[in-house]
Each structure stands twice: as structure tokens, then as C-alpha cells.
């Protein structure tokens, strides 16, 4: 079994729900990539998702850009993240990983190569932001063939029928995004997002994951009861932004993992 | 295989392979709004009227068909014309495509504009549609351009547009870009944006086109009315490739005219040197479209490099990576120091100071006249005037203006 359709499924045995932590590979540092990552397993991560590193990411915010940016600036190559990702998938065998990886790279390396690459790189799926359904064919019948998953995304502006079509796509879970994200002012979560979470549950099978500018605790508060997983993207990689000795980068990253995890759980 | 070459793109903006749109999730209902709502305005006589009227006000369209006598006799070969876009308001072709777009902004009721700047041409001219039409504007540009085009920048602000300066990856154009689509991303329910060439996701190739083929159309006119009869050779600049789409459409389906496209040659062949997209990149996937790339082999974008500032781009439009595969248009290459000489040439020859990007085009017109009988016809594509570019090439040969 795909080991991410394995961790739902231990998941909805124990009514628990998906820390799902985002990390750029080679952020500050190819080195260092894994000991971030490890702290964040360590603080209770259930699947950990890996940025690779893409010059001009249409479908990232700012903060993952210039993630990126930073890594590429160091010289960074695919083989590399691939490396990483085997490093950390070695010690770790009962938490996927997902790629999160731009079209541009997976076109250029080839579909066919680059799920391969990931299989043996330790990788279970990949979130691709900047192809939507109608662009997914070719690559989702290679990740059908190597029961690898392609996780797509459903927005806010996403219409009944590109959802439909969108979760027969997709495998694995559902990536739910926020166009504008919620605030840690807000008492409560928009009504539109719990409308399509609820309908989405009536068109799928699929864990429903969000993520949207989550960054405090109270906002997985918030969203426990409505989602399989919770994504923590940018939150993370702010930490990052302000350099500093690999361990008290993983002091910064265990501080705010550590706070959303038991915000989940409690 | 479409019926004949004009017949493109398909309803999901295939170009043959090229195009599409590889965008995130949250812009697929804004390009499908913009994509309905286009191809109602294509059927609404009213809304064609709206832009020949203001292209004929505004613009002061049509620009004039001009022979260029000293230059064909400089060449000793073919007649060489010239399609004046530097002639329009604002001095380049850009403008087209800017009216175009910020009517259909209106049909649409959005209520903000924005769009992305290299060297600032598109942003003055969105600017000056923005003005015109009373729409408030930001223009994303990348800091590096802020710097180098304080003229565009002032002129743009003079417009009452905002300039927001970008700081992300190399803080040029693509970042611009970038920038822009994350901006909409957020904002798609009240703003339009204004893409400035035939690229990005399905529909804005299309549409950027069109609005820019009443340069084809004229100029297919004109030579019919003037010279009785079709050029033998259409010649246009190619960086992203907007002034080049909208000479070469009207004219893909007469076989018996030759299109060529001119893309920046730099300083040399090596990765980071040129910008020449078409003839030394491979297709791939940038900033929302399928299309002919310049990528290391990893598919990160490479560096381009240009003396002119509207041809450095690491793309191309989705279309010329088809005429290139079908072999309907021939792509070339010229380099910084050749432009930088067919800038001086057409300046005292004819008058006329070219844009950099413009002069990359007369070297392949001069080139080609030396071969050609005088029965010959050339023409090209004058995309726009030099003004903007009187300050880098004072630079580059040592002048302080």
C-alpha cells in the first residue's frame, strides 16, 4: 500500500488527524535539511512535505519564493533534493513524503523519470501547484501506473464541476487552498470554506487537507473537526529567513511545531 | 493539424502542442471568466467598434506604411518598408494591446488593473490606458528595472499608477511577472490583469494577438493599396513576441510571404549571453505556458542577456514556438554590437531613431535587401522609437547625457 494512503488509514483508525509541515530542500542548507526535517517528525509531523527549489514559482507565496531563491543561490540541483529526500526517508520509513515540485521541473527531468527518481528517493506523491486538472492527464496516468500519488488542489474559486473532476484526479488527499488565508484575528473560520469541505465530503473518499497561512495554534483549533491534515507551509519557512546555527534553526522550527501539534490533539 | 496555420489556438489554447495554461487552481475561474467574456467581446460588433475608435483617437491609428529610401539604398538590394508603431501615443506598439485590454477590464466591471513591467513600456502604456479609461493601476516591476528606468517609472507615476518596485529572485522581469500573477491570485474578483505579451496561460496569448494584429492587418492593406500587391518578406523582433504576433498573424495564411522573427543574439551562443529563445531553447513550462524555453538542465530558467531591455526575456509566446515547429516563420538571431550599429544607420539615414528592440530587426532587413533583386519587397516592423534607449546606448559608448 502507498504509505500515504497507510497513514489516513491508521489516522481514521484512531480519529487523529494530519500534521502535514512544509520544508524547502536545501533551505538554508542541503546539511541542515535533514535535521530540520527530523525535528519536525520529531515534533509529531505525520507526512512531511519537500519543496523543490524552482526559479520562478507562479503558484508559491513570497515567502516560499524566496526559500528558493536562497537554496538555488547555493548551487542546488534536483539529484540533490533527491538525495535529501532519500537521507530523511531512510530514517524515517513510516512518514511519506511529498514532493512539492513546479510542472517545469518534472516536464524538463521527464514524468516517467522523475516518479521514478522519487520511488527511489523515498517519495510517495507529489503536489504539483502550477497544473490544473486539465493539464494533468499524461502525468497522472504515469502516477497511476507507479502507484505513486498526484495530489490536486481544490480553491475557493474552484466550481462544482472542476471539483468533481479534480477528486476523480486526484489520489492520495485533496489539497484545499484559501485564496486570501485567514487571519489570527478571526473568531472563526469563512462559511465558504466549511460549504465546500462539506460538499467535497459528499464527492470523495479522499482525506481533505488544508492548507491556507496557517501559522498559530488557535487556527488548527479551529480546524480539526473539518480536515483529515493540516498543512504549515510559509510559518515554517519564516523561520528560516533570519539565519542561524543549524540547531537553533531546529530550536525555532520544534518551538511553533510543537505548539500547532498539541494545538491538534488536545 | 488545423485546416490552415491562422486556425489556432483550439477552445483550451493549444497552439498545435504549445500553450495551455499551467497555473495554480486559484486562477482558473478568472482566465475562464476572461476567456468567456473575450470571446463575447470578439462577437460584439459594438465592442470592435469601442477599440478601432479609440485606437484611431487615442493611438492615432492607422500608423503609416514608410519606404525607407536611404536604407534601401544603403543595402543595394530589395525595397525596405517600414510599419511606423513608433509612431503610435507612447511611441511603441504596446499601446495596442493595452486599450484592447482595458476595455475588456470594463466589460468585465473590474474595478483595478494590474500588470508587470521589464523596461517599462508595457507600464507606461497601461498606465496611459488606465488614465484614460479612469482605472486605478499598480505596475509590478522588478527593483533592478526600478533603477535602471527611472524615466518609465517617473512617467508612469505622472500617469497616477502605481510603481511597486519587486525584490524577489533576480528583481527583473520575470520576477515582475511573478509578482503580478500572486497579486491576482488574491485579487482576482475585482482586478484585471494586463499581461503585456503573447505569453502566460490560456487565453492572454490570444488575446494579446489579436489586439495586436491591427498591425498585421494595416499593414497587409496598405501594401495591397500602395504597392498592388503582398511583400515578399515580413521581418519583426521577437522577445516575448506581442509586436511580431500581431505583424505576422494576418499574413501566416499567404504562403507566398516570408515571416521572419528576430530574437536578441547578446553577446554570444553561451547560456546567459543571448536571449534567444527560439533558437537555441527547447519547449518547457514558464509562467503559465508550453512553450520554447531557455532552461539549464534541471528546467530552472537561465539568465538571458540583451542590450535591449525588451528582448531579454526567457520565453516566447506559445504561437512562435508553433510557426517555429511548422516552419511557417523562420527564426534568427542578431547580437547587442550589430543592433547597436543599425541603430546609428537608420537614426542618420532615415531620421528615424529606432528602439533597440526595433534595430535588432533592421539588421536582418538589411541583411536580407543585399541579397534580394530590387523587385523585392521588405517589411518591417518598426515596433518602436529609440528615446527610451538614448540613455543605455550614451552608456555603453561612453557619452554621460
Not at chain 1, 159 to 183: D, H, L, M, N, W
Not at chain 2, 90 to 113: D, F, P, S
Request: net charge negative; charged share 20%.
Amino acid at each position: 500500500m502507498n504509505p500515504i494512503d497507510d497513514l489516513f488509514h491508521r489516522l481514521r483508525d484512531r480519529r487523529s488527524r494530519a500534521f502535514m509541515p512544509f520544508l524547502t530542500a536545501g533551505d538554508p542548507d542541503l546539511a541542515t535539511t535533514p535535521l530540520l526535517a527530523q525535528t519536525l517528525i520529531d515534533a509529531g509531523a505525520n507526512l512531511l512535505e519537500i519543496g523543490f527549489p524552482y526559479s520562478d514559482p507562479i503558484a508559491d507565496g513570497p515567502v516560499i519564493q524566496a526559500s528558493y531563491t536562497r537554496a538555488l543561490e547555493r548551487g542546488l540541483h534536483l539529484d540533490g533534493v533527491f538525495s535529501t529526500c532519500q537521507a530523511i526517508a531512510a530514517k524515517n520509513p513510516s512518514v511519506p513524503l511529498v514532493a512539492m515540485a513546479s510542472f517545469s521541473l518534472i516536464h524538463r527531468r521527464g514524468p516517467e523519470r522523475f516518479v521514478r527518481q522519487s520511488l527511489e528517493s523515498g517519495l510517495s506523491g507529489a503536489v504539483v501547484p502550477d497544473l490544473p486538472v486539465e493539464e494533468a492527464g499524461p502525468l497522472a496516468a504515469v502516477c497511476r501506473q507507479f502507484d505513486f500519488k498526484l495530489i490536486l488542489l481544490v480553491s475557493p474559486t474552484t466550481t462544482p464541476e472542476r471539483a468533481r473532476r479534480i477528486v476523480q484526479t486526484a489520489t492520495g488527499f485533496v489539497y484545499c487552498v484559501s485564496v486570501t488565508g485567514i487571519t489570527g484575528e478571526r473568531a472563526s473560520l469563512p462559511s465558504e470554506l466549511l460549504d465546500q469541505l462539506r460538499w467535497l465530503r459528499q464527492q470523495t473518499d479522499l482525506p481533505l487537507c488544508v492548507g491556507f497561512g496557517i501559522s498559530k495554534p488557535e487556527q488548527v483549533t479551529l480546524l480539526r473537526d473539518h480536515a483529515e491534515g493540516i498543512i504549515v507551509g510559509s510559518a515554517i519557512i519564516r523561520l528560516l529567513e533570519t539565519p542561524g546555527q543549524p540547531k537553533e534553526l531546529a530550536q525555532r522550527v520544534a518551538t511553533l511545531a510543537g505548539s500547532l501539534v498539541k494545538a491538534l490533539h488536545e | 493539424m488545423p485546416a490552415t496555420l491562422s486556425a489556432v489556438p483550439n477552445a483550451v489554447g493549444r497552439f498545435g502542442d504549445y500553450g495551455g495554461r499551467y497555473v495554480p487552481e486559484t486562477l482558473i475561474a478568472a482566465l475562464d471568466q476572461l476567456d468567456l467574456e473575450y470571446n463575447r467581446a470578439v462577437a460584439d460588433p459594438a465592442f470592435q467598434a469601442e477599440f478601432a475608435h479609440w485606437l484611431k483617437v487615442c493611438v492615432n491609428r492607422p500608423s503609416p506604411l514608410y519606404f525607407a529610401e536611404r536604407l534601401t539604398r544603403q543595402a543595394g538590394g530589395a525595397k525596405i518598408y517600414l510599419k511606423r508603431e513608433d509612431l503610435n501615443h507612447t511611441g511603441a506598439h504596446k499601446i495596442n494591446n493595452c486599450i484592447g485590454q482595458a476595455l475588456l477590464a470594463r466589460r468585465m466591471h473590474k474595478t483595478r488593473i494590474i500588470a508587470e513591467t521589464g523596461a517599462g513600456q508595457h507600464g507606461v502604456a497601461t498606465a496611459t490606458a488606465c488614465a484614460l479609461f479612469g482605472l486605478p493601476c499598480q505596475v509590478y516591476m522588478g527593483e533592478e528595472d526600478v533603477r535602471r528606468q527611472k524615466l518609465n517609472v517617473f512617467k508612469m507615476r505622472a500617469l497616477g499608477t502605481e510603481v511597486v518596485p519587486v525584490r524577489t529572485g533576480s528583481r527583473t522581469l520575470r520576477d515582475a511577472i511573478n509578482e503580478a500573477m500572486r497579486d491576482w491570485m488574491a485579487s482576482v474578483k475585482t482586478t484585471h490583469y494586463i499581461l503585456g505579451s503573447v505569453v502566460g496561460p490560456h487565453p492572454f496569448p490570444r488575446i494579446v494577438r489579436d489586439f495586436q494584429s491591427v498591425i498585421g492587418q494595416e499593414t497587409r492593406q496598405q501594401c495591397l493599396e500602395q504597392l498592388g500587391r503582398l511583400p515578399n518578406v515580413v521581418i519583426a523582433c521577437v522577445g516575448g513576441g506581442s509586436n511580431s504576433a500581431g505583424m505576422f498573424y494576418p499574413f501566416v495564411d499567404d504562403s507566398s510571404v516570408e515571416l521572419v522573427g528576430v530574437e536578441a543574439g547578446g553577446r554570444g551562443t553561451a547560456e546567459g549571453e543571448h536571449a534567444s529563445t527560439l533558437v537555441f531553447g527547447q519547449p518547457g513550462v514558464l509562467h503559465g505556458t508550453y512553450s520554447y524555453v531557455l532552461q539549464d538542465a534541471d528546467g530552472q530558467t537561465a539568465g538571458v542577456h540583451s542590450i535591449s531591455a525588451g528582448l531579454d526575456y526567457p520565453g516566447v509566446g506559445p504561437e512562435h514556438s508553433y510557426w517555429k515547429d511548422t516552419g511557417r516563420v523562420r527564426y534568427t538571431c542578431v547580437g547587442d554590437d550589430a543592433a547597436l550599429q543599425a541603430f546609428h544607420l537608420c537614426s542618420r539615414l532615415e531620421g528615424i531613431l529606432p528602439a533597440l528592440e526595433t534595430a535588432h530587426a533592421v539588421v536582418e532587413a538589411m541583411t536580407l535587401a543585399a541579397q534580394r533583386s530590387p523587385d523585392d519587397l521588405i517589411v518591417v516592423c518598426f515596433s518602436g522609437r529609440g528615446d527610451k534607449d538614448c540613455y543605455e546606448v550614451a552608456r555603453l559608448e561612453g557619452e554621460e547625457l
